[in-house]
């Protein structure tokens, strides 16, 4: 996969096949081409981007793509997906191979400036923890030093580790693998004493383990991680439809709009629900999207409001059973906010 | 025109249309050629920048003065996440270079043992060196790397088997976990210099006996002892320096610290898989080689040399291999060669060679082109000098005809 990548990114740069990526209009290549290609997690991290027995993807950054296909064509299947390791998801966007990128990816200022993307929506707030197994008797990411830690390479992650161990004056045997499930292997197998990722892979990883309950992840959360969706940069057409099609989930829960009251919401007087629906006599704001005006309809029809889809893919209705923590509404007391809708 | 009027002046030549003047023709092809590479390499780098700079992406190695961040595990010069870019794709470069010499030395000796074994008189000894060339020449070589690293090293007792066996035997120095190789590390004292010193003067004074004795054998027909005089040149006479500079020399042994064991010397098992698969399958490919330059020696040399009287082990050694050595030779090359690019497997078992390092920075940075123009350049280096190298002794190998 790596070497198919940086052929692309190559062939793209060089060979000039990356001229469409370059004029900038996602959006209307999208709809010529009638689906979104979508990057997503490529090692199946169980409740982001996991792909079953029968090939059917699943999980919260999956629902983002599919909210995206499901608000530009009515159709959540109008979707295919692209499974990239840490190492390959950047090249594949920029070289234009995929269209969005839902793979857990922290969004942080190089990424949005020196890589050449853009960055709106958060659709996970997460932060960076350890797992370690039960018997090492650790309780604290503090207690650490000299202990080697497995990581996956080309993350922020690799880099907030080495900055947390400085900072409290530990030294550590980093263990880099290139891809997950190698590194899965490896600390399973006890190469490593702790295993470094984002709390919601910790959770993800230890249902993988021979027995979960020998593992548990430790208190500390050492750094910030919004994870949210990225597209090109300077593409503000295609940026806006990625991140409104989130903020919609967002505002379907904020409204109570779920999968099953959605036809009847919109018979409701409220205004506000009555525009987000499109029922509200000439609006524009589908249009202005470049969207059809039934848009948010049809993303709730397909994935259901944003505290559903989190429920079904990594919260209670999950085997990760994540609370939801900073990801709850900011009326109940988390960070998921959408701007009005109007 | 001037080719033609020249030719028309001195009257033999027939006169011949410009179109087809061959040496015209030739210069033509050269040109058209040279321009159209010209022209491709100029369009692929315009073309390169500008889809760059659509993709508000910067070209230049300016980025590699960038502190890197990241620790790398493995790395013999100083090094920490608050070094440069540079310096990682350094550790890089030497790792990449430590496991290729090794391996390139290791499959050596054992694809030489298993070549000259092939072709043994012993049933067994010829079987099982078929059967060693015959499993590793025919398994992909990151499969060979994997069985290494989670077949054998991942199966080998944890550190907290290691640390119950101390408490038990707590003179135990020398510990084989799945974390590595743990072993007493040297340290030397004041005046060990000497010994080093006794041990140069010890081998070239050796050389320059074997010398000696070629000659005196030549004009005498006697052999001098060379064997006996040269372990006591080269082992005796340090031992007696180290034993007069009073044993400068102690270990510092690894001890259980908190997570892993302190101190000592330690040898990865990321390191040791790749090396492991690294040499036994590039040794399974120059068994070989070594097998068919044997058998291209004409079997009369062996006879002829037997009725001089040699010994089977002399004949192989002084009239059979140097003369299979020439046929060995460029094969060889060509193996050594695959086995420097088949290092860059490491990054499969997070080995940190170059090409592993510097998929960090391309991911960290974003810089796909300037880290694959890097790689390039590094590994057709290392290729072209080991080239040059193989192709020196070659020539120095070879048959000199008088």
């Known amino acids: 996969m ?30 010529a081409k009638g689906f979104v290609q979508c990057g997503v997690n490529g090692s199946n991290l169980a409740g982001f981007g996991a792909q079953d027995s029968a090939g059917n993807w699943s999980g919260l950054d999956v629902d983002l793509c599919k909210a995206v296909a499901a608000a530009i064509f009515g ?104 891809a997950q499930d190698e590194a899965d292997a490896a600390y399973n197998a006890g190469r490593c004493d702790a295993y470094t990722t984002d709390a919601s892979g910790l959770y993800s990883i230890r249902l993988k383990m021979a027995n979960p309950d020998d593992h548990m992840v430790l208190p500390e959360i050492i750094s910030k991680e919004p994870l949210g969706p990225a597209v090109r940069q300077n593409d503000s057409k295609w940026l806006d439809v990625v991140s409104w099609s989130h903020y919609a989930m967002v505002a379907a829960e904020e409204f109570g709009i779920n999968q099953e009251n959605v036809e009847e919401m919109k018979k409701s007087a409220n205004p506000d629900i009555k525009r987000f629906l499109g029922e509200e006599a000439d609006s524009t704001l589908g249009a202005d999207l470049g969207l059809p005006k039934d848009w948010a309809v049809q993303i709730v029809k397909a994935v259901g409001n944003y505290g559903d889809s989190f429920e079904r893919n990594v919260g209670q209705g999950s085997p990760l059973k994540i609370d939801r923590g900073l990801n709850a509404l900011w009326t109940k007391g988390g960070l998921q906010y959408a701007p009005p809708i109007r | 025109m001037a080719i033609a009027d020249a030719r028309t002046g001195s009257g033999d030549p027939p006169k011949v249309s410009l179109l087809y003047n061959p040496a015209l023709r030739s210069y033509v092809y050269q040109i058209v050629t040279i321009v159209v590479i010209a022209w491709v390499i100029w369009y692929a780098w315009h073309n390169a920048s500008q889809n760059l700079a659509r993709a508000n992406m910067t070209a230049g190695f300016g980025f590699l003065n960038s502190r890197a961040g990241f620790d790398v595990a493995q790395s013999l010069i100083a090094y920490s996440s608050d070094s440069t870019y540079f310096r990682a794709l350094q550790v890089g470069l030497i790792n990449t270079l430590v496991v290729s010499a090794a391996g390139i030395v290791t499959a050596t000796i054992v694809g030489l043992l298993v070549g000259i074994g092939r072709l043994s008189q012993n049933w067994l000894i010829a079987r099982l060196c ?91 027909g006697k052999r001098p002892p060379v064997l006996m005089v040269s372990l006591g040149l080269i082992v005796l006479m340090p031992l007696v320096v180290f034993l007069f500079a009073g044993m400068p020399l102690s270990f510092d042994y690894a001890i259980p610290g908190s997570f892993n064991m302190r101190g000592g ?14 040499s036994l399958y590039t040794a399974s490919f120059i068994a070989e080689i070594v097998r068919a330059g044997i058998r291209g020696v004409a079997k009369g040399q062996t006879e002829a040399s037997y009725a001089l009287g040699l010994r089977p082990g002399q004949t192989t050694r002084l009239v059979v291999l140097p003369q299979a050595l020439r046929i060995i030779i460029p094969p060889l090359t060509s193996q050594y060669l695959n086995l420097i690019k088949n290092s860059s497997l490491a990054v499969a078992v997070g080995y940190a060679d170059l090409v592993a390092v510097g998929g960090t920075i391309l991911n960290q940075a974003g810089k796909a082109i300037e880290i694959i123009a890097i790689w390039m350049l590094v590994y057709v280096s290392i290729s072209l000098v080991t080239s040059l190298f193989m192709n020196w002794f070659n020539a120095k190998m070879a048959l000199v005809e008088r």
């Open chain 2, 265 to 278: 010397m330690s040898i990865g098992p990321e390191f040791l898989a790749l090396f492991l698969a690294l």
């Open chain 1, 75 to 178: 159709d959540a299947t109008k979707v295919k997906y692209t499974p990239l390791s840490a190492k390959d998801r950047f090249p594949a966007l920029q070289s234009g191979e995929i269209d969005m990128l839902a793979r857990n990816t922290t969004w942080s200022t190089s990424r949005d400036s020196q890589l050449g993307f853009d960055f709106r929506a958060v659709n996970y707030y997460d932060g960076q923890g350890f797992m370690v197994k039960k018997e090492l008797g650790v309780k604290s990411a503090l207690e650490l030093s000299g202990a080697s830690i497995c990581v996956q390479s080309g993350t922020t992650t690799e880099l907030n580790l080495a900055d947390y161990f400085r900072a409290n004056n530990m030294d550590f045997k980093p263990v880099v693998f290139e």
């Open chain 1, 2 to 31: 790596a070497k198919k990548i940086v052929a692309a990114v190559i062939g793209a740069a060089v060979m000039g096949i990356g001229a469409q990526a370059a004029q900038a209009d996602t959006l209307s290549d999208v709809k």
């Open chain 2, 130 to 220: 078929t059967v060693y060339v015959e499993i590793f020449r025919n398994i992909p070589p990151l499969l060979v790397i994997f069985f290494w690293y989670l077949g054998v090293l991942a199966l080998l007792p944890s550190i907290r088997t290691i640390f119950q066996h101390l408490e038990e035997n707590p003179d135990a120095v020398f510990f084989i976990s799945n974390r590595g190789i743990y072993m007493p590390a040297p340290v030397f004292g004041e005046g060990f210099g000497y010994v080093l010193a006794a041990f140069a003067i010890g081998i070239v004074a050796a050389i320059a006996f074997a010398i000696w004795a070629n000659a005196r054998q030549r004009a005498t």
